[in-house]
């Protein structure tokens, strides 16, 4: 008789890691549910929203009737995540927590403490995302207690898992898990990767999980929560003020306590303005944050970005790039928004050059770019340089075109005797 397999669940104390355990569980399985503790500080109301978190957390698995343990990753957060949050805001970019934070502490130190502390089969999550294996595949996968190296061996016979994108397209989240290790995936179950989150709701309400459907919708900082982003980054970044200024002709429009407090896109609220102007550039040698007056300003759209090495989940990189030097695919650097045709050219260090198909909107330094071949997510790179805007290849452009005209019209113009 084949032993009961032990799966770790990590819990959250939201609808959907709720009822990734409580299926789980339908399924046969030894089900043990973990809460990780990132954050300890209180928020803006002096309350501590982690331990709410907990208690819903710990509701849940007395329903379900299964053991239930609390990891602390304060420090590793802090040291992994958010001490990176802030560097890069300090060099001008817009990081995103969410993807660090899978990278680094829920498919890194949750994963090991589920299958080499805790001697589990498998981790799971509350993730909308599938992989290419059945359960029966991931519990047969060899755990690799000791971490890699940056690169792996050419020789070695991976069998790669793949990371595609669940069912439910609104809710998909293989953005976030687009820098996923490849021994932690092959290890890891996605319950809701074939439910959508109108039924996944459904499940929580029958079996009585009222409490996590009474939650909100996580919307802040991974594991912080909502919080006033300018009065928060102000508790660790010294105030840096400079001006807003305008793209189109270098006017003073206003001034401001930080280039860390704006991303590429976002509103700019210029007292004594009655148009809304819009960031589209930063230079943080001066100080200036540029701003123009549309939200589809041209300076706004670019249809070319170099990132850093790039994080491939199967293939590292695919071989149709290495080949080739270039690859078709689909990029996006924001969760859910429509993707988009590109071609990437691969560069030495494992960079990438990406050409859009189509020029896209606020494309931010910080951000990463996220790569996909039909439902399969590819990996991600982080964006380290944008190409030129619409806006300056315009000008540009029009430049010259004047300087042809007036060389075409000097030359045609008869010296007088």
């Not at 008789?1 to 939201?14: D, L, P």
């Not at 960031?279 to 200036?288: F, L």
């Not at 300076?299 to 970005?305: E, G, N, Q, S, V």
Request: charged fraction near 20%.
């Amino acid at each position: 008789m084949q032993a009961v397999r032990h799966v770790v669940c990590a819990m959250s104390g939201g609808v959907d890691s709720s009822v990734a355990a409580l299926l789980l569980k339908r399924r046969g399985y030894q089900v043990t549910g973990v809460f990780m503790k990132n954050w300890d500080s209180l928020d803006e109301h002096g309350l501590c929203t982690a331990d709410k978190d907990y208690e819903d957390a710990f509701k849940v698995c007395c329903k379900l009737d299964i053991p239930f343990h609390q990891v602390s990753y304060v420090k590793e957060y802090w040291l992994e995540v958010f001490s990176n949050m802030l560097n890069e805001y300090h060099r001008g970019r817009t990081p995103n927590p969410d993807i660090l934070c899978n990278k680094h502490i829920k498919f890194n130190h949750l994963y090991h403490y589920a299958i080499g502390t805790l001697g589990a089969d498998a981790l799971a999550t509350g993730h909308y995302a599938r992989t290419s294996q059945e359960d029966e595949e991931v519990f047969l996968q060899h755990y690799t207690q000791q971490p890699r190296g940056l690169f792996r061996n050419r020789f070695e016979v991976r069998n790669a898992v793949k990371l595609l994108q669940g069912a439910d397209c609104l809710k998909d989240q293989t953005f976030f898990l687009s820098q996923i290790p490849q021994d932690a995936l092959k290890k890891t179950l996605f319950p809701l990767g074939e439910l959508t989150k109108d039924y996944v709701k459904k499940i929580a309400a029958e079996a009585g999980f009222h409490h996590v459907l009474k939650r909100k919708e996580s919307m802040g900082i991974c594991f912080i929560g909502e919080r006033n982003f300018e009065k928060f980054i102000l508790e660790y970044l010294e105030p840096q003020p400079g001006n807003l200024v305008s793209i189109e002709d270098g006017r003073i429009m206003g001034t401001h306590k930080g280039w860390f407090l704006f991303t590429l896109g976002q509103r700019a609220r210029i007292g004594g303005q009655r148009d809304a102007w819009f960031v589209v550039d930063k230079d943080i040698t001066t100080g200036d944050v540029f701003v123009a007056p549309s939200t589809n300003h041209g300076a706004l759209f670019r249809d070319t970005i170099r990132t850093d090495r790039v994080h491939w989940i199967t293939e590292e990189p695919p071989a149709e790039l290495v080949q080739n030097g270039m690859m078709e695919c689909y990029f996006r650097f924001q969760h859910q928004m429509p993707l988009v045709s590109c071609t990437l050219t691969l560069n030495q260090d494992g960079s990438v050059w990406v050409r859009l198909a189509t020029p896209v909107r606020a494309p931010t330094p910080g951000q990463f770019a996220v790569f996909y071949k039909s439902d399969e997510c590819l990996g991600s790179g982080k964006i380290v340089r944008l190409g030129p805007s619409m806006y300056t290849l315009q000008q540009g452009n029009q430049q010259n075109l004047a300087t042809s005209v007036s060389a075409e019209t000097e030359y045609n113009v008869k010296p007088t005797t």
